[in-house]
Every structure is written in C-alpha cells, then in structure tokens.
C-alpha cells in the first residue's frame, strides 16, 4: 500500500467515525484546580466504551423491574483524572439540568456512567449516550429521592471540584 493509499484509508476510517458518532464529544470533565487552569478531558463515545466497563442489575423509578446497565465506573473517570480528592461532582445533562452528588459516593457504591441498558447503547431518545445509575437495588439507603434526583441522564458535562 503505498502513501497515498493509506492517507486515504486513514481519512475514510476517520470519517467512518465521525459519522458513527464515535469521535464526538458525549462527555466534558472539568477538574478545578486550585491556583492552576482548569483541567479539562473529552470523552467520545468510543473512549468511554475504550474503559473497562462494569455491569449493574438494578430498578429505578424511571424503568421496568431491574434492568442490566453497562459502562465504566464513575471513579475510574475521576482516577484517571487524579481527582479522587475532590469533594463535589456537578453533572449537567443536555437540557441543562444538573445535579451536585459528593465525590465520595462514587468511591463507596459502583456508580455507573452507563452507556447500554438491556445490551443496547443509549441512544439520546432514551437517555443517553449517558445515565448515571447507581446500584439502588443493593443498597436500601439508596431508594430514596435524593437518589433518584442524581440518575442523570444525556450527562455532557462533569464539573469536579
């Protein structure tokens, strides 16, 4: 293959993934940093599909019975990011609605950025690319509104502080 061949390969697989929505930004992370600019990271969906990915069964008010969520952890996000410290976690959805949830929770219960529900991807009619979803039917502390009020879902933005 020579040169000019693979340039064009390399752009037909680029735009292949351009228009499979894989190369585009889903999700924004902001980690303030004191004294510092802020850090900011960008995930596509094909980074957040590139982590390890952890399953949940668990029910919620918003779905039938308990259903199979998938994706990656929401502190492996923060691990990666070095910021396990921080202390509050301000997720945003699409429509602008967002949420403060301490940090700590996403240490203590598997908190998922889910990408699949049922073995489906998200799409943003139904709440995705991404619902955060916290394992509610393990923990009975969990089944409260306050929870309820922190399963985002089209999460675009995580502001870490």
Partial sequence: MNNFTKFFAVIAAFSFLCSAGLAETILTVRVKQIGQADLIAEYSLADMQAMRQHTIV???EFVDGKQEFQGPLARDILVNLNAQDAKV???TAANDYSVEVPVEEFFHYDAVLALQMGGQ???RRDKGPIWVIYPMSEHKELQDPVYNN???WQ???MEIE
């Fill in 150 to 152: 922190r399963l985002i």
């Fill in 89 to 91: 976690a301000r997720l």
């Fill in 58 to 60: 668990t029910a919620n």
């Fill in 155 to 157: 999460l675009v933005e």
């Fill in 121 to 123: 991807q998200l799409s």
